[in-house]
């Protein structure tokens, strides 16, 4: 039986506000299970999976262990995969992450841990993998099985293809997996091609499965496992075909589904302003005409009766609607001097503001908003800044030795000491393994780089020397992908500058899909800072405009301002963007997408002006999007 009338979805669904929230829930049923076996004198047998999903699940269990005398005695786990073929011991081993994630914090007997062997002779992995099936089916099955889902669709490594009988069986790995396992591997020809993982048959024999999914880069995904068809193309649709399955997601995961995206479609609805607008977006979209064309009947044959009904006719709707998209768009993003602003996206006054522009990477201020941010320096307000990661992970080491040789043949040419040690950093990257972290020498100098590139960029873009500033948050410095939780340090940098500029605008990345998770850590900081400070006088005056990152862009009903870029500014941007040549041409982390980051950028942002254009708006060359975070 569907449990939610109001939606599309084939799976028993919860969404939280939040990823923690969520992996709160999943982890208290995962400790609920335990605690009754443990009174039955019963093991608790557990499927467990790897990847960024879970992290917030096992911090929990760790914590209720510490705090709440958990113990993991009676429980025997089950992984789900590894990489094939793959050391224990390697920085990228799934042994390795569950041990630092979660065996090592807590009072689990190792010799009921269980995960597919990456070591073993290819000869013998058919026999072992019929060993790892019997051994679940002897301990009488999976009690509970938790699961993230990739992009490709796949639960464990059943990647699209893999069929519902299927077993524990060693599989080749998808592009897109491969591309978005790049990271951790420090490139993609690193990532293995093969995996040992459990199949879609093995999971769905478990008595209890969750599906966790966070933030809008997996909304896609999650739609088509949710509202699709059961297909092997997305095999988490199989998961439709379980009785006893929670998907446990986020808003931003569950932001594509019918009953967020299309209510009106499922439900009858509260029609305000916001719903109108996006309703209106949606039809124009459907019926591929301009809105001010639509007509009563276009909103009757797509389920817009009672939109209709109730503010109609077509006509008043259509000039509300654009009117309002209309008055999103401006020239001024720091507010029009001596202009009236009632109707404006922003404030005239002050006419000269103090601005900070937060940036997680060294690259997202241009990259993102790069016209908008020389639109405010040309317009006359004091913006500054603020680098919150260094960004040293995202350099190739061969740029690292060139920069090192060009410091150590300066010193040499001046007679300096001491000389950079040009051949410890040498014989360190001859010798580099495959995701070995750096030592800090390297680090150092890879910072460096992206520092240079920032400040030629900024200073590109016209900010003084001064008010450009590098925040090096903590958390980001682990040489590795993967990163600390947001620290109180992290938040007393932020709160520091923000009290010292007394900014009137702020803009900081709202890029929630970022795949590595760092602008979501900069963006709860940024949020948090804010928050400490409101009770502050010049925060009572401080907006905060939230851009979006490389990988995602607002959705034309998000967006409150919209800023026009003409063919010479989009070009000025560009050029902006290419001062970050550590970046250029066959980056460390591609992704799965191959254009460089200004050809992203560029149709990132003509689409947007594509997209104002064909609602019937004026036709501009691109646009900067942004949405205001109100607190
Ligand atoms: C991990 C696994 C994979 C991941 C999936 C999502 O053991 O089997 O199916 O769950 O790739 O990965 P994240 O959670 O990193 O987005």
């Given at each position: 039986?569907?449990?939610?009338?109001?939606?599309?979805?084939?799976?028993?669904?919860?969404?939280?506000?939040?990823?923690?929230?969520?992996?709160?829930?999943?982890?208290?049923?995962?400790?609920?299970?335990?605690?009754?076996?443990?009174?039955?004198?019963?093991?608790?047998?557990?499927?467990?999976?790897?990847?960024?999903?879970?992290?917030?699940?096992?911090?929990?269990?760790?914590?209720?262990?510490?705090?709440?005398?958990?113990?993991?005695?009676?429980?025997?786990?089950?992984?789900?995969?590894?990489?094939?073929p793959m050391r224990p011991d390697a920085v990228?081993?799934?042994?390795?992450?569950?041990?630092?994630?979660?065996?090592?914090?807590?009072?689990?007997?190792?010799?009921?841990?269980?995960?597919?062997?990456?070591?073993?002779?290819?000869?013998?992995?058919?026999?072992?993998?019929?060993?790892?099936?019997?051994?679940?089916?002897?301990?009488?099955?999976?009690?509970?099985?938790?699961?993230?889902?990739?992009?490709?669709?796949?639960?464990?490594?059943?990647?699209?293809?893999?069929?519902?009988?299927?077993?524990?069986?060693?599989?080749?790995?998808?592009?897109?997996?491969?591309?978005?396992?790049?990271?951790?591997?420090?490139?993609?020809?690193?990532?293995?091609?093969?995996?040992?993982?459990?199949?879609?048959?093995?999971?769905?024999?478990?008595?209890?499965?969750?599906?966790?999914?966070?933030?809008?880069?997996?909304?896609?995904?999650?739609?088509?496992?949710?509202?699709?068809?059961?297909?092997?193309?997305?095999?988490?649709?199989?998961?439709?075909?379980?009785?006893?399955?929670?998907?446990?997601?986020?808003?931003?995961?569950?932001?594509?589904?019918?009953?967020?995206?299309?209510?009106?479609?499922?439900?009858?609805?509260?029609?305000?302003?916001?719903?109108?607008?996006?309703?209106?977006?949606?039809?124009?979209?459907?019926?591929?005409?301009?809105?001010?064309?639509?007509?009563?009947?276009?909103?009757?044959?797509?389920?817009?009766?009672?939109?209709?009904?109730?503010?109609?006719?077509?006509?008043?709707?259509?000039?509300?609607?654009?009117?309002?998209?209309?008055h999103t768009i401006t020239g001024w993003p720091?507010?029009?001097?001596?202009?009236?602003?009632?109707?404006?996206?922003?404030?005239?006054?002050?006419?000269?503001?103090?601005?900070?522009?937060?940036?997680?990477?060294?690259?997202?201020?241009?990259?993102?908003?790069?016209?908008?941010?020389?639109?405010?320096?040309?317009?006359?307000?004091?913006?500054?800044?603020?680098?919150?990661?260094?960004?040293?992970?995202?350099?190739?080491?061969?740029?690292?030795?060139?920069?090192?040789?060009?410091?150590?043949?300066?010193?040499?040419?001046?007679?300096?000491?001491?000389?950079?040690?040009?051949?410890?950093?040498?014989?360190?990257?001859?010798?580099?393994?495959?995701?070995?972290?750096?030592?800090?020498?390297?680090?150092?100098?890879?910072?460096?780089?992206?520092?240079?590139?920032?400040?030629?960029?900024?200073?590109?873009?016209?900010?003084?020397?001064?008010?450009?500033?590098?925040?090096?948050?903590?958390?980001?410095?682990?040489?590795?992908?993967?990163?600390?939780?947001?620290?109180?340090?992290?938040?007393?940098?932020?709160?520091?500058?923000?009290?010292?500029?007394?900014?009137?605008?702020?803009?900081?990345?709202?890029?929630?899909?970022?795949?590595?998770?760092?602008?979501?850590?900069?963006?709860?900081?940024?949020?948090?800072?804010?928050?400490?400070?409101?009770?502050?006088?010049?925060?009572?005056?401080?907006?905060?405009?939230?851009?979006?990152?490389?990988?995602?862009?607002?959705?034309?009903?998000?967006?409150?301002?919209?800023?026009?870029?003409?063919?010479?500014?989009?070009?000025?941007?560009?050029?902006?963007?290419?001062?970050?040549?550590?970046?250029?041409?066959?980056?460390?982390?591609?992704?799965?997408?191959?254009?460089?980051?200004?050809?992203?950028?560029?149709?990132?942002?003509?689409?947007?002006?594509?997209?104002?254009?064909?609602?019937?708006?004026?036709?501009?060359?691109?646009?900067?999007?942004?949405?205001?975070?109100?607190?």
């Amino acid at each position: 039986m569907r449990e939610n009338l109001f939606s599309f979805e084939k799976i028993h669904t919860v969404i939280y506000e939040n990823s923690n929230e969520g992996a709160e829930y999943i982890a208290k049923t995962i400790s609920d299970l335990i605690r009754k076996k443990q009174k039955e004198g019963k093991s608790a047998i557990l499927g467990l999976a790897t990847g960024s999903s879970p992290i917030h699940v096992y911090r929990e269990l760790v914590r209720l262990h510490k705090e709440e005398s958990l113990s993991f005695k009676n429980v025997i786990t089950f992984n789900l995969d590894e990489y094939f073929p793959m050391r224990p011991d390697a920085v990228q081993s799934y042994v390795r992450f569950m041990g630092e994630n979660l065996f090592d914090h807590i009072d689990i007997d190792m010799s009921n841990v269980n995960i597919p062997d990456g070591t073993i002779d290819i000869s013998e992995v058919q026999e072992y993998c019929l060993g790892y099936e019997r051994k679940i089916d002897e301990l009488g099955g999976i009690d509970i099985q938790i699961l993230g889902i990739g992009r490709s669709g796949h639960i464990g490594f059943n990647e699209p293809g893999s069929n519902d009988r299927s077993l524990t069986r060693l599989v080749t790995l998808e592009r897109i997996t491969r591309s978005d396992a790049s990271e951790a591997f420090g490139g993609e020809q690193f990532v293995p091609r093969r995996a040992i993982t459990m199949g879609v048959d093995t999971i769905l024999r478990s008595k209890k499965i969750f599906l966790m999914a966070w933030g809008n880069g997996k909304a896609d995904v999650v739609k088509q496992m949710l509202e699709g068809p059961i297909t092997d193309s997305v095999p988490a649709s199989f998961l439709q075909n379980h009785p006893n399955t929670n998907v446990v997601i986020d808003r931003g995961a569950a932001e594509k589904l019918t009953r967020f995206n299309e209510p009106w479609l499922v439900q009858s609805c509260t029609w305000d302003d916001n719903l109108v607008k996006k309703a209106i977006v949606w039809l124009s979209r459907v019926t591929k005409k301009p809105i001010l064309k639509l007509t009563d009947q276009d909103y009757n044959e797509h389920g817009l009766n009672e939109l209709l009904t109730d503010q109609g006719p077509a006509y008043m709707i259509n000039i509300r609607v654009f009117n309002m998209l209309q008055h999103t768009i401006t020239g001024w993003p720091g507010g029009k001097p001596n202009a009236d602003d009632s109707q404006r996206p922003e404030r005239r006054n002050p006419e000269s503001k103090r601005i900070i522009i937060f940036s997680p990477h060294p690259d997202d201020d241009v990259i993102s908003m790069g016209a908008t941010f020389m639109r405010l320096i040309d317009q006359g307000h004091e913006v500054h800044v603020a680098y919150q990661v260094s960004g040293n992970i995202a350099v190739a080491d061969d740029e690292a030795l060139r920069f090192a040789e060009f410091l150590h043949d300066v010193n040499k040419y001046y007679n300096r000491e001491p000389k950079t040690d040009f051949e410890k950093i040498l014989n360190f990257i001859k010798n580099k393994k495959e995701g070995e972290v750096d030592i800090p020498e390297v680090s150092m100098i890879k910072g460096l780089i992206r520092k240079g590139e920032a400040k030629a960029a900024a200073r590109y873009c016209g900010a003084k020397p001064q008010n450009v500033h590098f925040l090096d948050l903590p958390f980001y410095e682990t040489g590795r992908v993967q990163k600390q939780p947001l620290g109180e340090e992290d938040v007393k940098i932020i709160q520091d500058l923000i009290s010292e500029v007394k900014p009137h605008q702020i803009y900081a990345a709202g890029d929630l899909a970022d795949p590595h998770g760092t602008h979501r850590v900069c963006l709860e900081g940024i949020f948090e800072a804010v928050k400490r400070l409101k009770s502050e006088e010049y925060m009572k005056d401080c907006w905060v405009w939230l851009y979006r990152g490389a990988w995602h862009e607002w959705e034309i009903p998000e967006i409150e301002m919209a800023v026009p870029i003409s063919p010479e500014e989009l070009l000025r941007k560009r050029f902006a963007i290419f001062k970050h040549q550590s970046q250029k041409d066959g980056v460390v982390f591609q992704g799965s997408d191959s254009r460089e980051f200004w050809q992203r950028a560029e149709d990132r942002n003509r689409d947007t002006a594509t997209q104002y254009d064909e609602l019937g708006l004026a036709e501009y060359e691109a646009m900067e999007a942004f949405v205001r975070w109100k607190y």
